[in-house]
């Protein structure tokens, strides 16, 4: 079971880069890393997904270095309305695995986003 | 398209009541997954299902009983209910292709056991 390690909490200022980092030291070959956004009363919201190096969409980006025990999500100019937790997981993803069976969210990381 | 669903929003219960919480999905995902939210907590499985009428056990399954008898929906029981499990409970689905772990989740349920 591959745990995760992430800040408890992040501040940052509207319009800043901002960089959370997660630590998974024994994740598998086959896990993948995903992460996940929730406001306050409501269910996570996915927002990428990762195996290797650099992936983007439009929201965000996720660096995986090539050891892939930690990746960063990169949130580009945030705003106040990205002040929400942020989750970090890491799970086997193959068709007949289950899939999050052996996953956990933890506590994930709190951003603050501030005027 | 509704995404995932769950009846009802709240609830409140005496301990030893019993009750069951739905969760209806429309987008013919062949996973479905019940988890729990406790204050200031990360959200932990429960229990999980990949596909009609299969449910398996996840990370905390104790005083819970669960049931697909339609690829659509996901049922979760509390038989007994106790205050331990006051806590706020979110469905999520996820299509079983490989590689895909994207998981949609409902707006969950407030749950009060005095």
């Known amino acids: 079971l591959a745990k995760t390690t992430q800040p408890i909490s992040m501040d940052s200022y509207e319009g800043q880069e901002v960089n959370i980092t997660c630590s998974h030291n024994n994740i598998a070959t086959n896990d993948y890393i995903t992460w996940y956004q929730q406001f306050p009363s409501q269910g996570p919201r996915f927002i990428i997904q990762?195996?290797?190096t650099k992936v983007t969409n439009e929201v965000a980006s996720l660096f995986i270095p090539a050891d892939r025990k930690s990746s960063t999500l990169s949130l580009p100019r945030v705003s106040l309305s990205d002040t929400a937790v942020y989750y970090c997981l890491v799970g086997d993803m193959r068709a007949n695995s289950g899939g999050y069976q052996k996953v956990t969210f933890g506590t994930g990381t709190k951003l603050q986003v501030i005027p | 398209n509704a995404g995932v669903t769950q009846t009802p929003k709240f609830r409140v219960l005496k301990t030893g009541q019993s009750m069951t919480l739905l969760c209806a999905q429309d987008m013919n995902h062949e996973y479905m997954y019940w988890y729990r939210q406790d204050p200031g907590m990360g959200l932990r499985l429960i229990h999980y299902?990949?596909?009609?009428?299969?449910?398996a056990k996840g990370e905390v399954p104790d005083g819970y009983n669960v049931s697909r008898l339609k690829k659509q929906n996901f049922l979760l029981g509390l038989e007994s209910a106790a205050p331990s499990q006051t806590s706020v409970y979110f469905c999520?689905?996820?299509?079983?292709?490989?590689?895909?772990?994207?998981?949609?989740f409902g707006p969950g349920t407030r749950l009060t056991v005095l």
């Open positions: 999520a689905s996820r299509t079983g292709t490989s590689g895909s772990n994207e998981q949609f």
């Open positions: 990762g195996y290797k």
């Open positions: 299902s990949v596909g009609e009428g299969t449910t």
